[in-house]
């Protein structure tokens, strides 16, 4: 523990004398850089300890993928990237898999890596953790970047922050050799060569003619529709995107992310009728959401055959990525709503009572046939009825940060808990990936400082579970609530052999996963019934401290593959199917 007390100013290496890691970390200072999650060991523990020194908040993660995902959060929530810290090899691969993740869901993050001396490893002599990380990383980010020399130090951040935050943000990686930690730099010349990044994330208008061509498109429909995605939770466009609901009564969709960005309550919201509003829309709208494999790629049973597309995106390579789009609009989300917003005043329309009126019929008609299976006292309890249970928290907790994995427990949660808050919701994303959302909420909780609540399932949390550690040692007010059916999808699977051994999807059902909180002073519930759920989560929301609630299901509740079960391939030859899989037969009455 040399100097990291003191050194709170460039210099801390000698009298005249600035090393690359205190110049690094006042760098990123500089940069407004408040928070890094990491791992530290060889050779960036002390840049750690000089980085908490200086006056960034550092949190000590238990897994890197955790850390990078941790900053990812950071990143999504405030537009400006997280910053994670790992050390060489191992721990640099363990950063890769969030790194590609965040860049596929445009989060903006930077990873830092420490690594071995280039010669060493380019020459392949059997360093330590020798890696060529750099190389590696160029296909899992936006861009790799290495630090060869102390003054490039300003340069690495500038170029990292200008590439996480502008077009389509996403993932940068830093790699940081041993050789480059141990130079030193004289302190005036660190100090005259030291800037920030300006405007990283520049407004970018798209044309003119485009609004006015996307804006005689919408005229035009008898059944416009606009389907809100993740961009627009990242332009931080709610102002926008509110403005042109309110003038216009165009119904709407959102995608996942993209929930809260306008309460889930307002009655232009179509997200109880989806299935008819993608069916009989005859202009949609994009506002920062893909046509992917989550929209079906803009075509099929889902959607009506004569849809047109307008689609708002910063980044043009995804213009027309699956299908044929009427009316492109390449520019920031923020931007390109002001415009329409503005266009209206030539150019007016508004969605016909007749659709509106269609639309609140099916969602009033979904709301009556779900609504009694997520307040029904049914035990064992399934995800509607424990779901059921914790919104009821939830809407009386309409500041709280969800964040949400699972396969059932994510389908499920997502539709029933609504969201009332721009960037209050978080969850396994583009990929549909486990092992993303208790770094999400340890993220969320430091980069806001309010109360976040972590909804899994208990396949999801093994893959990040042991980050409660991480939650009670810093003393984060995260309430982990994990819904227990014993399994990957449900808990009942049997073993088509004979060997004795648990099913290849069978996880423990008799266990109790609060415990594990309690093991590091956390506070620890286990709820059975619909009124414990609400109560227990209540409570533990209330206490503002890391807390934990263990929601036993029915070991048969939930689906294969949860909403995606048509993502299965079925082999041809038994005995796959599911009457022959599962312990209780699976029937549709049984999901619940
Ligand atoms: P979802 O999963 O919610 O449907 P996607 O991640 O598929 O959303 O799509 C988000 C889209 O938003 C991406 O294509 C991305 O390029 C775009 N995007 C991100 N930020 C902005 C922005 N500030 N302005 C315009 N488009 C953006
Ligand atoms: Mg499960």
Redesign the pocket.
Known sequence: MADQTTANTVGAAGQNLTDSPHYLAETLIKNGVKHMYGVVGIPVTDFARIAQGMGIRYIGMRHEEDAVNAAAAEGFLTGRPGVALTVSAPGFLNGLAPLLEAKE??FPVIMIGGSSSRHVVDMKEGEYEGLDQMSYAKDFTKESFRIDRIEDIPLAVARAMHIACSG??GSVYIDFPDDTVAQTLDKDAAAKQLWVANDPCPKMPPAQESIDKALDLLASAKNPLMLI????S??QAEDEVQAFVNATDIPYQP????KGLIPDTDPHCTASCRGLALRTADVVLLV???L?W??NFGEGREWNPDVKFIQ????PN?IENARSIACPVV????S?MQMLNDGLAKKPFKASKEWLEMLAADTAKNDAKFGPKENADTMPMGHYNALGAIKKVYDKNPDLYLCNEGANTLDDCRDIIDIYKPRHRLDC??WGVMGCAVGYAIGAAVTTGEKVLYIGGDSGFGFDGMEVETACRYGLPITFVVLNNGGIYRGDFLNLGNDGDPSPLTLTYEAHYERMIEAFGGKGYYATTPAEVEQMVGEAVASGKPSFVHVQIAEYAGKESGHIGNLNPKPVVGPLADSECTKYPYKEGAHM
């Open positions: 869901n445009g389509r943000p995605g993740k961009g627009a990242l332009a995608m996942s992310m993209a920062g959401a893909r992917n989550m929209l708002i995106d910063i980044d995804e520019g920031d989300i923020r390109a994303g583009t």
